[in-house]
């Protein structure tokens, strides 16, 4: 009986480390994850700024002639 209790314990003991390990895993995830969103934002609004200011410059372009 206490052999048995004494492995309870153990896998008790187990499974709480483990709990703590995903959890602990699962914070730095999010902070990833928070982290690659946040880059995601900047580049999306870079790559808008850049499509618009290519826009004007095109708008500035001189019509091309047909030399024929």
């Given at each position: 009986?206490?052999d048995e209790?004494?492995a309870?314990?153990?896998?008790?003991?187990?499974v709480?480390t483990?709990?703590?390990a995903?959890?602990?895993?699962?914070?730095?995830?999010?902070?990833?994850?928070?982290?690659?969103?946040?880059?995601?934002k900047?580049?999306?609004?870079?790559?808008?700024?850049?499509r618009?200011?290519?826009?004007?410059?095109?708008?500035?372009?001189?019509?091309?002639?047909?030399?024929l």
């Amino acid at each position: 009986m206490i052999d048995e209790l004494n492995a309870l314990e153990n896998k008790v003991v187990q499974v709480a480390t483990l709990c703590h390990a995903l959890r602990a895993e699962n914070n730095q995830l999010k902070q990833r994850l928070a982290t690659a969103e946040n880059d995601k934002k900047g580049l999306s609004e870079r790559i808008e700024s850049a499509r618009s200011r290519l826009e004007q410059l095109a708008r500035q372009l001189p019509e091309a002639k047909a030399t024929l």
